[in-house]
């Protein structure tokens, strides 16, 4: 089934230490998001691109980057990860501008700080 | 800013009554609305959506209302099943825009249908 995947579910690192967060789809969609969503929040977006056009939020803070290296596969990076940036992270596709009717998201990684 | 609110963080209600949940927005550019699904552990799964063109999109038991003048929208659900015990998103965007489509989510309402 064609899907959109993240990896790991489940990401544990600690204070300041990088992590990278994974995501691919095999729905061919050329749009792909990154959301980050802490508990009883509404999922706040992160970055996206639209094939290789990179759209990075105003308040996304330079701390979170991102790479796209082929229409398959995205990343999250996060430099230095601090105690606020626990969350869920998840990705999602579109098919792309003006038809887009809809999001797939993956599982989510959930990101814990220690 | 939050321009897409869903002011009730939860909603419990009886098997086979009417579930409805409620969402508004502030952006009058918004054309598109959509109501995600999610159940613990998992991502969003799409629901139903509705062009702004419309005031009523059906999908056998989901139904959803859209009020532009009120910025308003709702989602109903009947008859309401256990199944349906989940977290529901609105989420609103412009199809216009030409840079791949920024989709804005409220905080969620989490529906408990008691059997």
């Known amino acids: 089934d064609a899907m959109v995947i993240q990896n790991p579910r489940y990401q544990v690192t600690q204070f300041g230490k990088p992590v990278t967060l994974s995501c691919s789809q095999t729905l061919n969609h050329n749009v792909m998001y990154w959301y980050q969503q802490k508990s009883s929040q509404a999922p706040k977006l992160l970055f996206h691109?639209?094939?290789?056009?990179?759209?990075n939020e105003a308040d996304t803070p330079d701390n979170f980057q991102s790479r796209r290296p082929n229409t398959s596969f995205c990343f999250l990076d996060i430099r230095s990860p601090g105690l606020g940036d626990a969350a869920m992270y998840l990705c999602?596709?579109?098919?792309?501008?003006?038809?887009?009717?809809?999001?797939?998201f993956g599982p989510g990684t959930r990101l814990t700080v220690t | 800013d939050q321009q897409v609110k869903q002011n009730s963080p939860s909603l419990s209600v009886q098997e086979g009554r009417i579930s409805i949940l409620n969402c508004d927005y502030t952006n009058s550019m918004f054309d598109y609305f959509l109501w995600y699904k999610k159940y613990p552990a998992e991502g969003p799964t799409f629901l139903i959506s509705?062009?702004?063109?419309?005031d009523k999109n059906e999908d056998g038991r989901f139904t959803v209302f859209l009020n532009k003048s009120a910025k308003h929208l709702s989602l109903h659900i009947v008859p309401s099943q256990p199944g349906d015990s989940a977290v529901y998103f609105c989420a609103a965007t412009t199809l216009t825009q030409s840079t791949g489509n920024q989709f804005y989510f409220g905080t969620g309402t989490s529906l408990t249908v008691i059997p």
């Open positions: 999602a596709t579109s098919g792309g501008a003006g038809g887009t009717t809809e999001q797939y």
């Open positions: 691109y639209y094939d290789k056009d990179f759209n």
């Open positions: 509705i062009s702004s063109i419309k």
